[in-house]
Every structure is written in C-alpha cells, then in structure tokens.
C-alpha cells in the first residue's frame, strides 16, 4: 500500500477540531497557511503560557487513519480534522518513525517528525472516554500515546487530499518519538 494524504484540515482559530480542506499550503519555518498554529514561535495556547519565545515545533499536526479504525472499534466514531490534525495518513506508521524523520507530503512540502502529540482533555469534548481510548499501555507499564506526531517544515509547498507521502530521509540514529 502506497501511504497516502486522505485528509488536509486547518482553521485559522484556537478550535479544537479543524475545518477539512482539498489542499492546504505548508510555508517553510511556519507551518499551514491559514492555522492557528502556523508560526516560527509556538502558538499552542498552553505552550505560549509556558514560554512563548520556545521555537514552534508544531507546526503540523498528523495522525494516521488506522487509529481511526481502532477507535471505530470501541465505539467512538472519528473522522479527518477532528482530533485537531492538519494531515490525516493512511499506509504510514506515525508512532515508529524517528525524531528527526523527513516525509515529503506531495511534489514539494518536505515536513520533519519532531515528537509525538500529547493528547489533552479536550479530546473527550468530542465524546466521553475518547481520550483514555487513544492511549494504552505498554508492557513495561509506560503509556502509549497514539494521537499521532507533530513536525516542522523544511520545504513549503501545497499538499493536496490524495497525494502521496514519500520517506524523505531517516536520521543516522533512530530516536524514540517522545511527546511535545
């Protein structure tokens, strides 16, 4: 299966769920054209708090169909742009790639893997438990966060529903995805 771009989404407010879109831009340094979340310094709301001078390193949100499909098995019914991503994948595994991962989303943008996403309470604002849904439990007793990663862009470039996603380049050393 060829991994591939099922669904774009941005708003340009602090929404919790974002409007879907057949194509969105990616501005190097930025992020979405037209997002909240688009800016060289961090635009989360809790993260501004913390420190607003700390680089964006979420800039794009993406998270994979397949959690979709998992959740769907519990009862909860979640489609594209509603956990708040901005690239909804289908055929790529999200949570293994290495920090430092490079991915080229159609025939230009080129986006690096900078974390893993930390889910927060907002996301059973869509339905009760959705939250505790996409976590889980590792056997060592660590806990899986499985609502996707977050990236920067390298290379701008508009991103169209249905294109392609390529492994661009994997750093020397793989790092393990920790959240941000």
């Known amino acids: 299966m060829t991994a591939t771009i099922i669904?774009?989404?941005?708003?340009?407010?602090?929404?919790?769920?974002?409007?879907l879109h057949e194509r969105v831009n990616l501005i190097a340094g930025i992020g979405v054209e037209g997002d909240a979340h688009a800016g060289r310094l961090v635009q989360h709301l809790y993260d501004q708090?913390?420190?607003?001078?700390?680089?964006?390193?979420?800039?794009v949100h993406l998270i994979h169909a397949e959690l979709f499909e998992e959740l769907a098995e519990k009862g909860f019914?979640?489609?594209?742009?509603?956990?708040?991503?901005?690239?909804?994948?289908?055929?790529?595994?999200?949570?293994?790639?290495?920090?430092?991962?490079?991915?080229?989303?159609?025939?230009?943008?080129?986006?690096?893997?900078t974390?893993?996403?930390?889910?927060?309470?907002?996301?059973?604002?869509?339905?009760?438990?959705?939250?505790?849904?996409?976590?889980?439990k590792a056997p060592?007793?660590?806990?899986?966060?499985?609502?996707?990663?977050?990236?920067?862009?390298?290379?701008?470039?508009?991103v169209r529903?249905?294109?392609a996603i390529h492994l661009e380049s994997l750093p020397m050393v793989h790092e393990p995805l920790e959240p941000i």
């Open 7 to 19: 669904g774009l989404a941005r708003d340009s407010e602090h929404r919790f769920s974002k409007q």
């Open 49 to 59: 708090r913390k420190n607003p001078n700390q680089p964006n390193l979420k800039q």
């Open 77 to 113: 019914h979640v489609s594209p742009g509603q956990l708040g991503e901005n690239v909804t994948t289908q055929g790529v595994d999200l949570l293994c790639l290495s920090r430092g991962t490079r991915l080229r989303l159609g025939d230009e943008a080129v986006i690096e893997i």
């Open 115 to 136: 974390g893993l996403r930390n889910p927060c309470k907002y996301i059973d604002g869509l339905a009760k438990g959705l939250m505790a849904a996409t976590l889980d």
């Open 140 to 158: 060592d007793g660590s806990v899986i966060r499985k609502c996707g990663v977050m990236a920067i862009v390298v290379t701008g470039g508009e």
């Open 161 to 163: 529903t249905g294109d």
